[in-house]
């Protein structure tokens, strides 16, 4: 693993931990690693090894993955969230609700 991917999985590793206890730390260590992640992803090599290792990071820690959506919304929308899964997830749910429509 490049240092980079290194500093990302430390840093995501940081964030996930302080999302979990969200009263053991000030708001401002929580922007100040997610900057730092940020700062961290931006400098990823552009290499397809370092993207592969960078995309099992993120499907590992949700965190990094957040981050990383939020650096490229602009250009690529909720790039982490499959869109086959999301449409899977809405026609269940209009399922489920005529189901439980047609008992009523």
Same mark, same amino acid.
């Given at each position: ?15 996930? &931990?302080? /999302?979990?206890?969200? &009263? ?7 922007? %100040?690693? %997610? !900057? *730092? ?13 370092? *993207? &592969? ?5 993120? +499907? +590992?820690?949700?965190?990094?993955? /957040? ?18 899964? %999301?449409? &899977?997830?809405?026609? +269940?749910?209009?399922?489920?609700? %005529?189901?439980?429509?047609? !008992?009523?």
């Amino acid at each position: 693993m490049p240092a980079q991917l290194g500093v990302v999985a430390l840093l995501g590793k940081l964030l996930q &931990r302080l /999302e979990q206890q969200p &009263r053991g730390f000030a708001a401002e260590q929580y922007r %100040a690693v %997610a !900057r *730092r992640l940020a700062q961290a992803l931006a400098e990823v090599p552009a290499e397809r090894e370092s *993207r &592969r290792a960078l995309q099992a990071l993120m +499907a +590992a820690m949700p965190a990094v993955a /957040e981050v990383y959506e939020n650096l490229h919304y602009a250009h690529a929308g909720l790039c982490c969230e499959p869109l086959m899964a %999301a449409a &899977r997830a809405e026609v +269940a749910t209009r399922e489920l609700i %005529a189901r439980l429509s047609a !008992r009523a």
